[in-house]
């Protein structure tokens, strides 16, 4: 199972909402990653979780909280967020340490109104 | 950090000709360049990735070269095909992190 599954495809909330996106793999591997990517830009580092402990934050806002409650699990929770914060989210894992593919899930596209 | 740049944005090219991407690296540490590719509305899939210990890979259709002296790599793809339409993205991996740091993006298409 080279897959990383990502749930919901698509969301739409309001600003005063709570929402959270959930990512799941069962390849083992030990580094989980969000992205987020607006159209026609790459992908834009969020989090880096190593062995389910959060190892890089990119200077992301607190409105977005990272959690890995496991190995196989990444969830993003989202609080009041902004229209700008409207984007595809992808989460991606690889194995541990350097040198190695890191595989994608399919995205969920969020848009905030 | 890593800085990855990338050239060009956009190349259209003819069915069956050969298309170049061209990227950059700043952090002289960075030891691994993958190569995805990703296709409208898709994820972003890994087609070939390269080790700094290495100059040359090549993949059927698709190679990739890495000059570390001068901290650039490229991207070949030889006969391409209709299918080979999509945004190409270089990237590095910096040394201390688990981290990837992409490039800007080439879009890519192919003319029948």
């Known amino acids: 199972d080279t897959e990383v599954t990502q749930t919901p495809k698509h969301l739409v909330m309001g600003m005063t909402n709570k929402k959270s996106l959930k990512c799941e793999q069962h390849m083992g591997h030990r580094a989980m990653y969000w992205y987020k990517q607006k159209a026609k830009k790459p992908p834009e580092l969020m989090f880096v979780y190593s062995y389910e402990k959060l190892s890089i934050n990119e200077s992301v806002p607190s409105r977005f909280s990272p959690e890995c409650p496991n190995s196989s699990l990444l969830n993003l929770h989202l609080h009041a967020l902004q229209p700008e914060d409207s984007a595809l989210y992808l989460c991606a894992s690889s194995q541990q340490g350097w040198e190695t593919e890191a595989f994608f899930g399919q995205g969920t596209r969020l848009t905030v109104v | 950090g890593e800085n990855v740049e990338q050239h060009p944005s956009t190349l259209s090219v003819q069915e069956g000709d050969s298309a170049v991407i061209k990227c950059t690296y700043s952090?002289?540490?960075?030891?691994?360049f993958p190569w995805y590719k990703q296709e409208l509305g898709k994820r972003p899939q890994l087609i070939i990735d390269?080790?700094?210990?290495?100059g040359e890979k090549k993949d059927q259709r698709i190679a990739v070269t890495l000059n570390k002296t001068a901290k650039h790599f490229s991207l070949h793809i030889t006969e391409t095909q209709p299918e080979d339409s999509a945004v190409y993205f270089c990237a590095a991996q910096e040394s201390s992190a688990s981290k990837i740091i992409f490039g800007s993006g080439t879009r890519l298409s192919i003319r029948p």
């Open positions: 390269i080790r700094s210990n290495v």
């Open positions: 952090d002289s540490a960075s030891n691994y």
